[in-house]
């Protein structure tokens, strides 16, 4: 579900940078969207379309934003623990204190 969730929140990512490139900008910009529509829209419904669709997906995108944050941080292996807390074995129990081994003598090298 986690990647189904993603590659949606990917494509919603996709579109909303498309959607804010198409946008008449007042700076100059890429302005891809102003000029002649053909007639179908005015420039004015052309903007009010656009900044409605922008504001529809950025709610999606924060939505799924949420929704992939909740599921990839719940569990109890995620859960903050405290660095003075002694670490647990995969049972639950804290873990038995391990002996460092004894240092090892060194060899001599071989002449060759």
């Known amino acids: ?38 007639g179908l829209m005015t420039t004015r419904g052309t903007t009010n379309l656009l900044t409605r669709v922008t504001a529809v997906l950025a709610g999606c995108f924060m939505l799924t934003s949420l929704v992939l944050a909740i599921l990839g941080g719940g569990g109890a292996e995620n859960r903050p623990r405290s660095i003075v807390d002694p670490p647990t074995s995969a049972t639950g129990q804290p873990a038995a204190p391990s002996i460092p081994a004894a240092p090892s003598a060194p060899t001599a090298p071989t002449p060759p």
């Open 1 to 38: 579900m986690t990647t189904i969730l993603l590659v949606i929140h990917l494509i919603i990512a996709l579109a909303m940078i498309v959607v804010v490139l198409i946008q008449r900008s007042e700076g100059g910009g890429l302005g891809i969207g102003g000029g002649a529509t053909g």
